[in-house]
């Protein structure tokens, strides 16, 4: 199962190609154009909320290393008299002999590990917005496209429906039409114009991008189960999209997913570390040994040297409060780490059954619908200027080719939005950076 997981990820990783030859859209000098794969390293890498969070580490790192620390630190002190001549100078060390130095370290290694695991948790996250991100900006550009596209068409037809108004070819009616559906159309422009710049917005924030750029999904190596052209969607041509998805086994998945997924490393690392915090105030309650030594004056006036040996005796305060405190807390995240593993199993159930369920739509709608759909749309305005077709079936056709592609988008984007969940919540998506080209 896991290598049919691979599999669909590294299908789902593929750069897509856009249907449509042309656009009206022009972009600035400073477009960059990115993969999917190069979306994720960059996002990796220069995503502002990770660059925080990987300081985690170095923070445990420098605890670990202050804890690891021998403590040799003795005090002095030294004792004047009151209207005396002479002094008293005296050193103290402290040593500890129940292990609390052991303890200290076992508390800031579990720290250290799950400062780590939050890492892994908090990439397997960006890596799914980006993912979400990045098909959202495809399937945006493409709608765009096609408002364009259809902008254009309906300038054409109005400029055409004027003259035959004028010419008496036409009734003002059909002439109303014409002039109807271009102010849809530009509406229809401008609101996915606006929708793909709030994407894009969306996935300059992941990627932490500073500088204002236009960003491209490169889509121009074909994958067809991705982007289908026209002349390839058919029965037999189609990709099998709910056969691969009825290959996955939500069983399987969370098994994949009990071995990967750094939220429950990090739920284990918590209970592991409040243990040994409770540990660490048990032994800290305990006694300690006191060497001293004091050099005073002697009868002779000669200075002289005396140790002492002494213990710290915890009488009051026996830490009993801040260990049942730490004991609330491991218990706390053990409860908190058999929660995460049930909802994890029904979060991947339910994320096999989207992905069944948009891949289905989508085989049928790149089976049964698009083909002729797109075909018709190309023979739409050569039947128009051929007078097979007037202009209120042209727009009836046409508004129906249309609404075919979008419901296809909205499939495509729904089927890869599905894809992205199901990768993000077996925590597979990390490990597809590995096996995409």
Same mark, same amino acid.
């Given at each position: ?221 074909? @994958? ?37 997924? @750094? ?68 218990? @706390? ?66 508004? @129906? ?37």
């Amino acid at each position: 199962m896991r290598f049919q997981l691979y599999i669909l990820l590294w299908f789902a990783a593929q750069p897509l190609r856009a249907q449509s030859q042309g656009s009206t859209t022009q972009f600035s000098a400073d477009t960059l154009r990115l993969t999917l794969s190069g979306a994720r390293a960059r996002g990796l890498a220069e995503n502002s909320d990770l660059v925080a969070i990987r300081l985690d580490t170095a923070i445990a790192r420098g605890e670990l290393h202050q804890a690891a620390t021998f403590a040799f630190n003795p005090s002095a002190d030294v004792l004047m008299p009151v209207g005396g001549n002479s002094s008293e100078i005296g050193v103290t060390q402290e040593l500890e002999v129940f292990g609390q130095r052991s303890r200290r370290v076992g508390v800031e290694r579990a720290t250290l590990a799950r400062a780590a695991a939050g890492i892994g948790n908090a990439e397997r996250l960006t890596v799914g917005d980006i993912d979400r991100s990045f098909y959202r900006l495809v399937s945006a550009s493409q709608r765009m496209t096609l408002a364009e596209e259809v902008l254009a068409l309906n300038e054409r037809l109005a400029s055409v429906a004027e003259r035959q108004l004028t010419a008496g070819e036409i009734s003002r009616l059909d002439y109303n039409l014409a002039v109807v559906e271009l102010g849809r159309s530009r509406s229809r422009a401008l609101a996915t114009r606006r929708e793909r710049e709030q994407v894009e917005l969306d996935l300059q924030r992941l990627l932490g991008l500073r500088a204002h750029a236009h960003i491209l999904p490169d889509i121009g190596r074909l @994958q067809d189960e991705g982007m289908p052209d026209s002349s390839a969607v058919t029965a037999r041509g189609a990709h099998a999209h709910a056969a691969r998805a009825a290959q996955l086994d939500a069983d399987s998945l969370t098994r994949v997913a009990l071995t990967l997924r @750094q939220d429950l490393v990090e739920r284990a690392a918590a209970v592991d570390q409040a243990r040994a915090e409770a540990a660490l105030v048990r032994q800290e309650a305990l006694p300690n040994l006191i060497l001293r030594g004091v050099v005073e004056p002697g009868a002779s006036g000669r200075r002289a040297f005396r140790p002492g040996i002494g213990l710290t005796l915890p009488i009051f305060n026996r830490n009993r409060g801040r260990a049942e405190s730490r004991d609330a807390s491991a218990r @706390q995240a053990e409860l908190e780490r058999m929660s995460l593993l049930v909802r994890l199993r029904t979060e991947i159930a339910a994320e096999v059954g989207a992905y069944r369920s948009a891949a289905q739509e989508v085989e049928i709608l790149e089976t049964t619908v698009l083909a002729p759909a797109r075909q018709n749309r190309q023979l739409l305005e050569t039947a128009y200027r051929e007078g097979k077709v007037g202009l209120p079936v042209l727009l009836l056709i046409r508004n @129906q080719v249309i609404d075919a592609e979008l419901e296809y988008w909205a499939s495509w984007l729904a089927e890869r939005v599905a894809i992205a969940d199901l990768a993000e919540a077996t925590g597979e998506n990390i490990l597809s950076n590995r096996i995409t080209p």
